[in-house]
């Protein structure tokens, strides 16, 4: 089992940068794929982005693929979402989400993933 809390979300003009932060505790981090997927009211969670435990590979939807970048560092127990270049429509509450046995074809699906954080509200302003 693991626990999640995210971090590092605020305000921010279009074009800035911000860095989300996603704490794990339990000792089986590493064995986790962790999802970033991002939620405005009214709205199902959408997915973001997603790291597999070795960080060999990751996945990025086609609206941040350039200007954000999944990291994670196993030792720590953390996964950051550096998001740059940041635009109006990425304003969201951000949630990262973590599942030890999702499948490539389930990995941008939010119903997906067993463990999920609070959530950080992440606003963009022109």
């Known amino acids: 089992q693991v626990q999640l809390a995210e971090s590092g979300g605020g305000l921010v003009q279009t074009g800035g940068s911000l860095r989300l932060s996603c704490a794990a505790s339990?000792?089986?981090?590493?064995?986790?794929?962790i999802g970033w997927f991002r939620q405005t009211p009214g709205q199902e969670r959408e997915f973001v982005v997603a790291?597999?435990?070795?960080?060999?590979?990751?996945y990025y939807s086609d609206s941040v693929k350039g200007r954000f970048t999944i990291s994670r560092n196993n030792a720590q127990n953390s996964v950051s979402l550096q998001m740059n270049n940041l635009k109006t429509d990425d304003t969201a509450v951000y949630y990262c989400a973590a599942d030890a046995r999702i499948i490539l074809s389930s990995i941008r699906y939010y119903v997906h993933y067993d463990y999920w954080g609070q959530g950080t509200q992440v606003t963009v302003s022109s």
């Open positions: 790291i597999r435990w070795n960080s060999r590979h990751t």
């Open positions: 339990g000792r089986t981090f590493r064995d986790y794929t």
